[in-house]
């Protein structure tokens, strides 16, 4: 069994969590998901409001290209690399959020990412011929030692909805295999990441999220 832990997060709890509106779906989703957690998410391009946050949320979905030009646009990636490679934010990634954080992408075409983790993106699909997109509950093999993981059993299930992943990466913590392996989810000092939908994944979803939100209450706190 999963338990959630308090919604109160103790003295460093987040005051002000931010889920970044860069035009690709599913904010309401994700704010929705916190806020069951005690916790009001802002969405927001605001530089201010970014910089500032105890806790940044980067969701997604939808194309890796199109996320990009997007934060482009917005002259988010400037702002968004000084939340959180130079504050030190916490930060989570989800889906095409965690996609983003990567060097590259080869869906339709070659696209440079954030370049914060070591990795590229690269379509699914292998021998077996299994239909891609891939859609639905799936498990998921995941380090002892994984800060996101906490109380969730080592092969829990979660909703995924992607066409595209890491295949590899130095800093995963979490694997999955469809028609062949691919990351499922990465730490990397304040920067966290999952390629699944932990907004749809009930209550090992929920405990994620507020493993998420109870690490970013200790790093505000200390």
Known sequence: ??????????PGRIENAVIVDYGVG??????????????TAKISTDPAM???????ILPGVGAFGRAMDNLRAAKLV????????????PTLGICLGMQILAESSNELGLHRGLGWIPAQVERLGGPTGLPVPHVGWNQ???????????GIPPAASFYFDHSFAMRACPAAVSSCDYDGAFVAAV???NLMAVQFHPEKSQVAGQR???N???????????
Do not use: C, W, Y
């Not at 599913?26 to 916790?39: E, F, Q, T, Y």
């Not at 109870?214 to 200390?222: E, L, S, T």
């Open 78 to 89: 400037d702002v968004l690399g000084e939340a959180v490679l130079e504050r030190k934010r």
């Open 187 to 189: 730490e990397h000092g």
């Open 50 to 56: 970014l910089r500032d946050a105890t806790a940044l």
């Open 212 to 222: 998420f939100l109870a690490f970013a209450a200790r790093q505000n706190a200390g």
């Open 208 to 210: 994620l999220l507020a």
């Open 1 to 10: 069994r999963i338990e959630l832990p308090e919604r109160n997060l103790g």
């Open 26 to 39: 599913n904010l309401r989703s994700v704010a929705n998901a916190l806020g069951r957690l005690g916790v």
């Open 140 to 150: 998921v093999t995941t380090q002892q030692n994984s800060v996101l993981f906490q």
